[in-house]
């Protein structure tokens, strides 16, 4: 039986309509994306850390600092890794492959821009420190941030003042039992080889400060003497990673992450 006018006339407007509204539906999700991305004010997360209390002023500009993406883009971590760090020899670029899923992406982002001293200081040298970044192609401490967020070309670096000389205490490692060791591993038995390795951590702490020490008021680092605007100074004091890892149920890393 031949279709009638009618019947092909109904189809075609439940056809139209239906494209319709999936144009609608998606020109919806197209804004709220964009939103996301360029308007959105930062997300104020509960806190699990001690002292986590931001000023309504720190609030304040951390909502006028223009929020950016949260994940670091390929440039970002060219421009981090290979810094000249001993550490690289033994660990890589991802050193934190043993860390949780829920903090091993967090972990090795800031390892591009963070010496791995200024988290593994041990607490009796926490006190007689400051930090300062250094540009990982001169090795000089940087007097200003140039570039796009996050791509400064530099190392957050603990700093030590020694009878009117400037020790970098990410530099503390013996690079020569480094290079021993890595040389000769494989002659040595289990017990020489922990000898060895217990000799070469004896500089870092092996439980180091977490998320919240950092990122709150009063904490390790000094957001303004680290050189960061104002703005974005606040905004990287009222942001609280910890609380996200501590609150996400699931996470989900690239096969990168993996140590397997």
Avoid at 98 to 111: E, I, P, V
Avoid at 135 to 163: H, Q, R, S, W
Avoid at 188 to 201: C, P, S, V, W
Avoid at 222 to 242: M, N, Q, S
Wanted: contains cysteine; neutral net charge.
């Amino acid at each position: 039986m031949h279709e009638t006018r009618t019947t092909r006339t109904f189809k075609a407007l439940v056809v139209d309509a239906l494209m319709g509204a999936i144009f609608l539906l998606l020109m919806v999700f197209s804004a709220w994306l964009i939103w996301q991305y360029y308007f959105r004010a930062p997300v104020e997360i509960p806190s699990a850390g001690v002292g986590r209390e931001a000023t309504k002023e720190d609030i304040r500009l951390a909502r006028e600092y223009p929020p950016r993406h949260f994940h670091n883009m390929d440039e970002v971590v060219l421009a981090g890794i290979q810094s000249g760090s001993p550490c690289i020899k033994c660990h890589g670029d991802y050193p934190h492959s043993k860390a949780d899923n829920d903090r091993r992406g967090f972990l090795n982002a800031h390892a591009w821009f963070v010496a791995c001293e200024t988290c593994h200081l041990k607490p009796e040298d926490r006190d007689k420190v400051i930090y300062r970044w250094y540009d990982n192609k001169t090795g000089e401490e940087m007097t200003k941030l140039e570039g796009p967020a996050g791509i400064y070309g530099g190392m957050i670096a603990p700093v030590k003042f020694d009878k009117g000389t400037v020790q970098r205490l990410d530099r503390a490692a013996d690079v020569e039992l480094i290079d021993e060791y890595l040389r000769t591993k494989n002659e040595l038995n289990e017990g020489q080889q922990a000898t060895a390795r217990a000799k070469i951590h004896d500089v870092i702490c092996k439980s180091p400060i977490f998320c919240d020490s950092c990122h709150t008021e009063k904490g390790v680092l000094d957001f303004e003497k680290l050189l960061y605007p104002p703005r974005h100074a606040a905004h990287l004091r009222t942001i609280d990673p910890g609380a996200m890892i501590k609150t996400y149920k699931a996470f989900h890393f690239p096969n990168i992450f993996d140590p397997k």
